[in-house]
């Protein structure tokens, strides 16, 4: 590579100690999105106990989550299904980080789970709970293929939120 | 449609936080690309400049902001942008935008500062995620991979030990790259004993946060000619997106890498990667995902890239295999998101051209590829250069 290098590495601590000048802006930005056509139904559902899936008569499947639209024939999808709140683990994880990347001392436990009723490989993104504080006892515990159901928080306490389902529990 | 010759490339070192703004990286790449080419500004009829979510600098419409380092005052200019695809889709827009036939020339340039975000870039990903099904229930980046990386070991039935030969493999071919932030010479033991972020992540299998930028410059026939020079020239571009219904997808294959490669194949004339394509880039911001995109890729059969890892087929000095991500990749180079991808880009130039110095491979190279992705696990961006 006979180009010449540039650039500067920046030591941390002269960043930090103000040795080096710097600037701070601490963005602040609210949002509120209503819940639209499709999630608005599913999201209502879920006050109730369901989880709903969406069907497309041109090919056939049964999507959740759901659409108004189905992305693969490119047509008004054509009628709500009400799916099991029970399903299969797809493919999981054992997470010690949080969003800021701090760290954790419990993981948590995110999964893709395949809900039954849905046309196969049709999942969602959830946690599953109560399978461990250790990553030894997760992994004892929760394997790929591994039956499931969703457990609901109370009637009462439920928002139309998707963690109306507090966690997946195995079967 | 004009034949498209890459006459030069540059780039600045890759550091976990650089002294220069974004914009000063810019000067430092573009201009680095024009000396190699031996050219000036006003040789440069188009500009095109990306860079990946404007959340990490916390400028707005950052490619703006960044042009005048870029050498894009009262030029044509555009960013496109798919995410991590960004940096190999600059260097296929590059393309078409000479291709064309409205430009002989283009400057191609790719920058990322991750290391303003506070407390940590991560953050700024968690956007990606949908707002009403996943956002509330605390998702961070590390999930997606992690989950992709384990439906991809269960499907396949993959050792973790060989996923984590990826990672000495690459941080140890970086040691031979100048601007590399984490070249390392590593055991599999110390990679699989290393801190467990997201299982079967672990630390040192994730690429670092970096800041960087890479230059491109791109000509026609008719004016890379007249510079009398050995010739690179883009001979295939391709691209795809899937689905973002992630959780719809089977995350044991990249779809949308194979459609975006088998584009690029046919635009080559190539129609057997594997006797063909003699050295890759594949996207690499995870051990795994170098393995997963030489699939999707064509260079190996599902499943089986991490077999021919054991028997060195991805190895730099091979001479009967592909080698893969010579340059150190993203996890040895550092993962300057866009600027990453051009890089790989910059490193086929540099193999095809016999100026990777002390990265040379050792098999004779005429044909390469680069390979970024992006986003939910959906962008598959791929460019093949040749001489």
């Known amino acids: 590579m006979d180009v010449k290098l540039r650039g500067t590495a920046l030591r941390e601590d002269d960043f930090r100690s103000g040795k080096v000048l710097a600037a701070e802006w601490r963005g602040k930005i609210d949002y509120r999105w209503d819940a639209g056509v499709a999630i608005g139904q599913f999201l209502n559902a879920l006050k109730e106990g369901r989880l709903l899936g969406r069907k497309c008569h041109g090919c056939g499947r049964t999507t959740i989550p759901p659409r108004m639209f189905c992305e693969k024939c490119f047509r008004r999808s054509d009628e709500w299904v009400v799916l099991k709140d029970t399903g299969r683990v797809n493919t999981f994880s054992v997470s010690f980080v949080n969003w800021d990347a701090?760290?954790?001392?419990?993981?948590?436990?995110?999964?893709?789970?395949?809900?039954?009723?849905?046309?196969?490989?049709?999942?969602?993104?959830?946690?599953?709970?109560?399978?461990?504080?250790?990553?030894?006892?997760?992994?004892?515990?929760?394997?790929?293929?591994?039956?499931?159901?969703?457990?609901?928080?109370?009637?009462?306490?439920?928002?139309?939120?998707?963690?109306?389902i507090l966690h997946f529990r195995p079967l | 449609m004009q034949k498209v010759a890459v006459l030069g490339a540059g780039m600045t070192r890759f550091v976990r936080r650089s002294l220069e703004t974004g914009r000063e990286l810019c000067w430092e790449a573009a201009s680095a690309a024009l000396e190699d080419a031996g050219l000036t500004l006003e040789d440069i009829d188009c500009v095109v400049l990306t860079s990946a979510p404007d959340a990490f600098d916390?400028?707005?419409?950052?490619?703006?902001?960044?042009?005048?380092?870029?050498?894009?005052?009262?030029?044509?200019?555009?960013?496109?942008?798919?995410?991590?695809?960004?940096?190999?889709?600059?260097?296929?827009?590059?393309?078409?935008?000479?291709?064309?036939?409205?430009?002989?020339?283009?400057?191609?340039?790719?920058e990322e500062r991750m290391s303003p975000t506070q407390p940590h870039p991560q953050g700024a990903f968690n956007a990606i995620y949908d707002q009403f099904t996943e956002r509330p229930l605390g998702v961070n980046l590390l999930w997606i991979f992690s989950l992709e990386?384990?439906?991809?070991?269960?499907?396949?039935?993959?050792?973790?030990?060989?996923?984590?030969?990826?990672?000495?493999?690459?941080?140890?071919?970086?040691?031979?790259?100048?601007?590399?932030?984490?070249?390392?010479?590593?055991?599999?033991?110390?990679?699989?004993?290393?801190?467990?972020?997201?299982?079967?992540?672990?630390?040192?299998?994730?690429?670092?946060?970096?800041?960087?930028?890479?230059?491109l410059v791109l000509a026609n026939e008719k004016f890379a000619r007249r510079k009398g020079r050995k010739h690179v020239w883009v001979e295939g571009v391709g691209w795809a997106l899937d689905t973002s219904y992630w959780t719809n997808r089977d995350l044991c294959y990249p779809e949308y890498v194979e459609k975006a490669a088998l584009a690029a194949y046919k635009m080559a004339g190539i129609t057997n990667p594997r006797e063909e394509i003699h050295v890759a880039e594949p996207y690499d911001p995870f051990a795994y995902k170098e393995l997963h995109h030489l699939e999707g890729l064509q260079l190996a059969d599902k499943g089986q890239a991490p077999r021919l890892?054991?028997?060195?087929?991805?190895?730099?000095?091979?001479?009967?295999?592909?080698?893969?991500?010579?340059?150190?990749?993203?996890?040895?180079?550092?993962?300057?998101?866009?600027?990453?991808?051009?890089?790989?880009?910059?490193?086929?130039?540099?193999?095809?051209?016999?100026?990777?110095?002390?990265?040379?491979?050792?098999?004779?190279?005429?044909?390469?590829?680069?390979?970024?992705?992006?986003?939910?696990?959906?962008?598959?961006?791929?460019?093949?250069?040749?001489?």
């Open chain 1, 102 to 164: 701090s760290r954790r001392t419990t993981p948590q436990v995110p999964a893709v789970i395949e809900i039954d009723g849905a046309s196969p490989g049709m999942g969602i993104l959830h946690l599953i709970g109560d399978v461990g504080t250790t990553l030894e006892e997760v992994l004892a515990k929760v394997r790929v293929g591994l039956p499931v159901q969703a457990v609901w928080k109370p009637p009462e306490q439920r928002q139309g939120e998707i963690t109306d």
């Open chain 2, 309 to 387: 890892l054991e028997q060195g087929f991805w190895d730099r000095d091979t001479t009967t295999g592909i080698p893969a991500s010579p340059s150190g990749g993203l996890l040895g180079v550092g993962n300057p998101i866009a600027a990453a991808a051009l890089m790989k880009v910059a490193e086929i130039y540099w193999q095809l051209s016999g100026k990777a110095g002390e990265r040379q491979v050792r098999r004779n190279v005429k044909r390469g590829l680069a390979q970024a992705w992006g986003d939910l696990m959906q962008v598959g961006t791929v460019i093949i250069l040749g001489v």
């Open chain 2, 58 to 110: 916390g400028v707005h419409m950052k490619t703006e902001y960044l042009l005048d380092g870029a050498g894009a005052k009262g030029k044509p200019m555009v960013r496109p942008y798919v995410g991590g695809g960004s940096g190999v889709m600059a260097a296929n827009a590059g393309w078409y935008h000479v291709a064309s036939g409205r430009f002989r020339t283009c400057l191609v340039v790719a």
């Open chain 2, 149 to 215: 990386m384990m439906r991809y070991m269960q499907v396949y039935d993959i050792p973790l030990e060989t996923i984590a030969k990826v990672a000495v493999k690459n941080k140890r071919n970086a040691l031979g790259h100048p601007a590399s932030q984490l070249g390392a010479e590593l055991t599999v033991e110390e990679v699989l004993k290393s801190e467990v972020m997201a299982y079967p992540v672990m630390r040192l299998m994730v690429s670092p946060v970096t800041d960087g930028a890479v230059a």
